[in-house]
């Protein structure tokens, strides 16, 4: 062959591009342009091309994704570049692999001039929030290079295959704090969890506010019980006596701490389940309530310890417990208890446990222990609780030794809504005297007249009246004859005898 030919050749695919491309993209500069900034010799430019079009199908699902749609990690997709007319084009994805690529896996160059460009992209577990599609093409050996980009985004919650997100563990939901001073019954109650002995002891252990609730019988309550527990009856949670629980679970829930859990348990798990469900009825969805499956056998047999009796020192009991407590005597027969009220003397004379003695101060408490027998039991009731609570610390300290000392949980305020009795003074009857009668007043008796001695006047008097005035003439004249005769007093005139005469005269008169 000649020289002439194979020139003439060489010419022809020189300016076809066939052997050019290496050159013809060469201002690549990374993996990560998206166009070259220059063309190949001739071309002037980089400009913005808006004919060119980008289609992408999902090649799993066979669905056409468009300019904008979501991409999914690990998914694989055909893509197909369409080219105004025929050109060279290079084809860049911002993230993923490109089939046929040219030494970046991001990209492929067309060398051939076609209308459109068909690839295959598949995408990593972690391509970010979005791919972006760039293709440039030319038209000619001159002029400008044509860019066009799309974009779509990816949802990295769609992830398949090996890229399909990790299930989401479900949180464990955590007690919420019962924030309500005075219960309302929820519309939706809560539920009781019936839990082995070993979860019943880790919640007891790891909350210090739980509260265990004993419901057997005070009496096998003494003969042992999980230590910390107070004693509520299961008779407190029948129906009969829902009222009574209403009010209970207002006055004792109320005084626990938020988010107290409350553990129930009896001889074999059966009462403690009904308990628990019955007070369940009137407490928040959000409150935990435990019954111990199997009950207290359960806990003996896994080998936990148990209490027996009372132990010594100070303690809090719920109103039940303590009223159990008060008739601690009339339980064992043999225990000496001592209810001392430390409210005011006006208080105390109000209303007061049955029993209780008031005492108002610690030293006091223990003079009185001074004198009562060993093992004698000390509960502590106030107004709400705190009152007697400070008085009972106080006593704890000093006595000698400690004996049982229990506060009552709430005070009389507890006490009174459980309705328990009290004793209260009897009135004493106003004794209204029956008035006397107003005895009427005593005439007031006339004056008596003076008896008048002087006898009536009569003519007869007048008479005699007359005969004594003669009598008496009579008699002076014989006065004067015998003064005469024995020559008497010759020198007494007629006057003096006259005045004489008047006198007796008047003095007749007087006597009438």
């Given at each position: 062959?000649?020289?002439?030919?194979?020139?003439?050749?060489?010419?022809?695919?020189?300016?076809?591009?066939?052997?050019?491309?290496?050159?013809?993209?060469?201002?690549?500069?990374?993996?990560?342009?998206?166009?070259?900034?220059?063309?190949?010799?001739?071309?002037?430019?980089?400009?913005?091309?808006?004919?060119?079009?980008?289609?992408?199908?999902?090649?799993?699902?066979?669905?056409?994704?468009?300019?904008?749609?979501?991409?999914?990690?690990?998914?694989?997709?055909?893509?197909?570049?369409?080219?105004?007319?025929?050109?060279?084009?290079?084809?860049?994805?911002?993230?993923?692999?490109?089939?046929?690529?040219?030494?970046?896996?991001?990209?492929?160059?067309?060398?051939?001039?076609?209308?459109?460009?068909?690839?295959?992209?598949?995408?990593?577990?972690?391509?970010?929030?979005?791919?972006?599609?760039?293709?440039?093409?030319?038209?000619?050996?001159?002029?400008?290079?044509?860019?066009?980009t799309?974009?779509?985004?990816?949802?990295?919650?769609?992830?398949?295959?090996?890229?399909?997100?990790?299930?989401?563990?479900v949180?464990?939901?955590?007690?919420?704090?019962?924030?309500?001073?005075?219960l309302?019954?929820?519309?939706?109650?809560?539920?009781?969890?019936t839990?082995?002995?070993?979860?019943?002891?880790?919640?007891?252990?790891?909350?210090?506010?739980?509260?265990?609730?004993?419901?057997?019988?005070?009496a096998?309550?003494?003969?042992?019980?999980?230590?910390?527990?107070?004693?509520?009856?299961?008779?407190?949670?029948?129906?009969?006596?829902?009222?009574?629980?209403?009010?209970?679970?207002?006055?004792a829930?109320?005084?626990?701490?938020?988010?107290?859990?409350?553990?129930?348990?009896?001889?074999?798990?059966?009462?403690?389940?009904?308990?628990?469900?019955?007070?369940?009825?009137?407490?928040?969805?959000?409150?935990?309530?435990?019954?111990?499956?199997?009950?207290i056998?359960?806990?003996?047999?896994a080998?936990?310890?148990?209490?027996?009796?009372?132990?010594?020192?100070?303690?809090?009991?719920?109103?039940?417990?303590?009223?159990?407590?008060?008739?601690?005597?009339?339980?064992?027969g043999?225990?000496?208890?001592?209810?001392?009220?430390?409210?005011?003397?006006?208080?105390?004379?109000?209303?007061?446990?049955?029993?209780?003695?008031?005492?108002?101060?610690?030293?006091?408490?223990a003079?009185?222990?001074?004198?009562?027998?060993?093992?004698?039991?000390?509960?502590?009731?106030?107004?709400?609780?705190?009152?007697s609570?400070?008085?009972?610390?106080?006593?704890?300290?000093?006595?000698?030794?400690?004996?049982v000392?229990?506060?009552?949980?709430?005070?009389?305020?507890?006490?009174?809504?459980?309705g328990?009795?009290?004793?209260?003074?009897?009135?004493?009857?106003?004794?209204?005297?029956?008035?006397k009668?107003?005895?009427?007043?005593?005439?007031?008796?006339?004056?008596?007249?003076?008896?008048?001695?002087?006898?009536?006047r009569?003519?007869?008097?007048?008479?005699?009246?007359?005969?004594?005035?003669?009598?008496?003439?009579?008699?002076?004249?014989?006065?004067?004859?015998?003064k005469?005769?024995?020559?008497?007093?010759?020198?007494?005139?007629?006057?003096?005898?006259?005045?004489?005469?008047?006198?007796?005269?008047?003095?007749?008169?007087?006597?009438?």
């Amino acid at each position: 062959m000649s020289a002439t030919p194979f020139s003439a050749l060489l010419l022809v695919l020189i300016a076809t591009g066939a052997c050019a491309h290496p050159d013809y993209w060469a201002s690549f500069s990374t993996c990560t342009d998206m166009a070259p900034t220059r063309g190949y010799k001739q071309h002037s430019s980089v400009v913005s091309d808006t004919a060119t079009t980008f289609a992408l199908v999902d090649t799993a699902s066979n669905a056409a994704v468009g300019p904008g749609g979501s991409l999914c990690p690990g998914g694989t997709y055909s893509v197909t570049v369409g080219l105004p007319s025929r050109a060279e084009a290079v084809l860049v994805s911002s993230t993923g692999t490109i089939n046929g690529h040219d030494g970046c896996a991001n990209r492929y160059i067309q060398v051939s001039a076609v209308s459109s460009l068909t690839r295959t992209l598949t995408l990593g577990c972690s391509p970010g929030a979005q791919l972006v599609l760039g293709s440039t093409h030319a038209t000619s050996s001159s002029g400008n290079l044509l860019k066009a980009t799309a974009t779509f985004k990816i949802n990295a919650a769609c992830g398949v295959g090996a890229c399909a997100p990790a299930p989401v563990p479900v949180p464990v939901p955590v007690p919420v704090p019962v924030p309500v001073p005075v219960l309302v019954p929820a519309p939706t109650p809560a539920t009781v969890s019936t839990v082995t002995a070993g979860q019943f002891q880790a919640v007891a252990v790891s909350n210090s506010s739980s509260i265990i609730i004993d419901v057997r019988p005070f009496a096998d309550y003494l003969a042992s019980h999980i230590p910390g527990a107070v004693s509520i009856p299961a008779a407190t949670f029948t129906p009969s006596g829902r009222r009574l629980l209403a009010d209970a679970a207002t006055a004792a829930v109320s005084l626990l701490p938020a988010g107290a859990p409350l553990l129930f348990y009896s001889a074999n798990g059966v009462q403690g389940s009904d308990a628990a469900a019955a007070i369940a009825r009137l407490l928040p969805s959000d409150a935990v309530l435990l019954n111990l499956e199997g009950g207290i056998t359960a806990w003996e047999t896994a080998g936990l310890s148990l209490v027996q009796g009372l132990l010594p020192g100070l303690s809090i009991a719920p109103a039940v417990m303590f009223r159990a407590l008060v008739h601690l005597n009339d339980t064992t027969g043999n225990s000496n208890v001592l209810v001392i009220d430390v409210r005011s003397e006006q208080e105390y004379t109000a209303s007061h446990i049955g029993g209780a003695v008031n005492i108002r101060a610690a030293p006091d408490v223990a003079t009185w222990m001074a004198g009562l027998p060993a093992g004698t039991v000390l509960l502590f009731v106030g107004n709400d609780g705190d009152d007697s609570l400070v008085v009972a610390q106080a006593t704890e300290t000093m006595l000698p030794s400690i004996p049982v000392i229990v506060n009552l949980q709430g005070g009389m305020v507890a006490w009174s809504v459980m309705g328990f009795e009290t004793v209260m003074p009897v009135p004493t009857p106003v004794h209204v005297p029956t008035p006397k009668p107003v005895p009427a007043p005593k005439p007031v008796p006339a004056p008596k007249p003076v008896p008048d001695n002087t006898p009536d006047r009569t003519d007869d008097d007048d008479d005699d009246d007359d005969d004594e005035n003669n009598d008496r003439d009579d008699d002076d004249r014989e006065d004067s004859n015998r003064k005469d005769d024995h020559g008497g007093d010759h020198g007494r005139s007629p006057r003096n005898h006259d005045d004489r005469r008047k006198a007796l005269l008047r003095l007749a008169l007087l006597r009438r």
